[in-house]
C-alpha cells in the first residue's frame, strides 16, 4: 500500500549517478522519475537500446518493453545535427 498526503508521492531517491545530467531537471513524479532513469540510461549506453550491454538490458527490460516506454514518454534519438549545435 501506497500512502501519499496531497496526491504527490515525494523522491526520496538520491540523485547519485546522475550529476553530469545538467539538463535534466529533478524528477518530481513517478513518470518523471521513470524518464530520467530512461533517459540518462541510453545517454549511458550510447542510445542502444537492444542487446547485453543495451539500454533495456541495463534496465531489466524487455527490449520491446523499453520502446514501448520511450514512445509514451516522448523520448526519442536526439539527431546529430543537435547534438553538434550544443
Do not use: F, Q, Y
Not at 50 to 66: E, Y
Amino acid at each position: 500500500m501506497i500512502l501519499s498526503n496531497g496526491g504527490v508521492l515525494p523522491n526520496p531517491l538520491p540523485a547519485a549517478g546522475l550529476s553530469g545530467l545538467t539538463s535534466l531537471r529533478p524528477a518530481t513524479t513517478l513518470r518523471d522519475s521513470e524518464r530520467t532513469l530512461i533517459l540518462h540510461t541510453l545517454e549511458k549506453v550510447g542510445w542502444v537500446i537492444g542487446g547485453a550491454k543495451g539500454a533495456a538490458a541495463t534496465l531489466g527490460l524487455n527490449r520491446t518493453t523499453l520502446i514501448h516506454k520511450m514512445k509514451k514518454l516522448g523520448i526519442s534519438r536526439p539527431s546529430p545535427e543537435a547534438s553538434e549545435i550544443c
